[in-house]
């Protein structure tokens, strides 16, 4: 199968020849159709990871997915072949990965059925992105009447994390730089648009004197927004690995690390078929074209970017 791989530290990543995984016990094998790109992709191929991970070469990247179950492993219930679905790659090793015609994935964690109504495309950029948001929602205890700040609204993580804060009852002030990024997060739900170039805890203050009573903080500086945060608030962070890395006394820092159980995808799912949120795909690329994709991905990014498999 062709496969975006590297064959040992320090290669490139480039479109190999690899053969087919088999499903293990558990594992379905997905015939992937379409995959996004994310920040961890990037460090993946820099070697960012080496050390931290143990890697089976040649190792394929790619953690997003959605396409179709073309084989089932032993033990597997729940999914037969023909099953359009969707998810995350989640293994503990590097090496299986969705950029490639098929990947193998537990069916227990990181996987779950992709509803007809939504795409391929939709689907695969919904996953890890996804996941993020809702955690980080579901850290920062949103509720009706509170106002959250999110930090990096603009990306594929903070186009969700916007519409589940709205759909959590919050108002939401988004961070924004551009008229066409300002577009997009007020067409998500936000109702005030801060300028991230500029002192946005200073922007906040202005607005709400006592500061908001959450922070969903995916880029940016998290001491620099602190003092955005009113007393007794919580910040969520999905940047920082530990609490100590913020210390503060005034507010609950959370940080968020992104679980895609299939509770989790389901619930994504479900809200992009009902239509209550969006999945907003900035650009759509063939697999030979993955290196534009990081490309465009490290210049910064108005929604996902989709490598597409055929
Ligand atoms: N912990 C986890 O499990 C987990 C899971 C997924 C993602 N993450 C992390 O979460 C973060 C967000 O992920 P993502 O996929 O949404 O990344 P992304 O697509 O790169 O989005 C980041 C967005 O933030 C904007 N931005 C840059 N600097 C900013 C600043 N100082 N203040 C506010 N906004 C700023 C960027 O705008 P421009 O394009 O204009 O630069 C971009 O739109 C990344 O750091 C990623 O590694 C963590």
Redesign the pocket.
């Known amino acids: 199968m062709r496969a975006v791989a590297f064959a040992e530290f320090g290669a490139a990543p480039e479109v190999q020849d690899i053969a087919i995984p088999e499903p293990a016990e558990g594992e379905v094998r997905v015939q992937v159709r379409a995959a996004s790109v ?3 992709d990037l ?1 993946i191929a820099a070697g960012y990871l080496n050390g931290m991970m143990e890697h089976r070469f040649p190792v394929v990247l790619g953690k997003d997915f959605a396409g179709v179950v073309d084989a089932v492993g032993a033990g597997v219930e729940g999914y037969a072949v023909g099953d359009r679905v969707f998810g995350v790659v989640t293994k503990a090793f590097l090496g299986d990965g969705s950029f490639g015609e098929y990947v193998t994935v537990p069916a227990a964690v990181g996987l779950a059925t992709l509803p007809d109504v939504v795409s391929f495309t939709e689907g695969a950029a919904l996953g ?2 996804g ?2 948001a809702a ?1 980080a929602v579901d850290a920062a205890q949103l509720g009706a009447g509170q106002v959250v700040l999110v ?9 969700q994390a916007v519409q589940l804060a709205v759909r959590s009852g919050a108002t939401v002030v988004a ?4 008229t066409e ?1 300002e577009a997009l997060v007020t067409g998500l739900g936000a109702v005030e648009v801060v300028d ?2 500029e002192d ?1 805890a200073a922007q906040i203050l202005v607005a709400h004197p006592e500061g908001v009573d959450a922070v969903i903080h ?4 998290a001491a620099a927004l602190l003092p955005a945060l009113r007393d007794g608030g919580r910040f969520a ?3 920082l690995g530990s609490s100590e890395q913020l210390p503060t006394e005034s507010a609950t820092v959370v ?5 895609p159980s299939t509770a989790t995808l389901d619930r994504l799912a479900e809200n992009v078929a009902q239509q209550h949120t969006t999945v907003t795909i900035e650009r759509v690329y063939p697999l030979d074209q993955f290196g534009q994709a990081f490309a465009d ?1 490290r ?6 970017l989709v490598i597409l498999i055929d």
Do not use: Q
């Open positions: 994310n920040g961890i460090a890890l992105a996941t993020a955690d930090a990096g609204a603009t990306g594929g993580v903070g186009n961070t924004a730089h551009s990024e991230y170039r946005v995916l880029a940016g500086d962070s999905t940047l940080p968020v690390y992104a679980s991905f210049a910064g990014t108005v929604g996902k």
